[in-house]
């Protein structure tokens, strides 16, 4: 009888020093659980939110989208008032990023001619020229994001035309 009395008196002095140890951490347990009820609507949603990396990749994507069509005018080599009639139905371009052993992006010059059996037009690759594509070239006049007036385009050519994706019956 004696061994079990001491031992409750040891499982009682031992239960007393954790409970002393643990207040504060339960208190921290239950000012947080506390915080997510003060929390607003739109703090559970974005706590939702970060947690899902599928909406994560699609907000990636959509906020893209939005930024893409904003500076629209800024990455495109061409505004919407050019037309190219000659290079009318062209295919993409392939940009090559090394000439020479040289990182220097260029696509090839277009020879326009008729296919003899449809007498379609079609587009062939000149690879005698080659046109560098430059960074941050004056072009045509804009509305950066349709407040600031500008002339700086991403990307563009001297000469000749650049359709990394095509041109349609306008050119």
């Known amino acids: ?9 040891a499982l009682l002095a031992l239960y007393e020093q954790q409970s002393e140890v643990e207040e504060p951490v339960a208190q921290r347990l239950l000012a ?3 915080s997510r009820y003060a929390a607003s609507q739109w703090g559970l949603m974005w706590r939702k939110f970060i947690r899902n990396q599928a909406a994560i990749v ?4 959509i906020l893209t989208f939005y930024l893409s069509a904003l500076f629209a005018d800024f990455l495109a080599p061409y505004n919407l008032e050019v037309r190219n009639v000659q290079y009318a139905y062209m295919p993409p371009q392939g940009v090559h990023l090394l000439n020479e052993g040289k990182l220097q992006p260029f696509v090839y010059g277009i020879v326009g001619a008729r296919d003899p059996k449809t007498l379609k037009k079609i587009y062939k690759p000149d690879p005698g020229k080659k046109i560098p594509i430059r960074f941050f070239v004056k072009g045509e ?3 950066l994001a349709g407040l600031f007036p500008t002339d700086v385009h991403l990307f563009g050519v001297e000469e000749g035309v650049v359709s990394l994706l095509g041109t349609d019956g306008q050119g």
């Not at 009888?1 to 008196?9: D, I, W």
């Open 1 to 9: 009888m004696k061994g079990v009395r001491e031992r409750s008196e």
């Open 32 to 34: 947080a659980e506390e």
């Open 58 to 61: 699609g907000g990636a994507t």
């Open 141 to 143: 006049r804009y509305k």
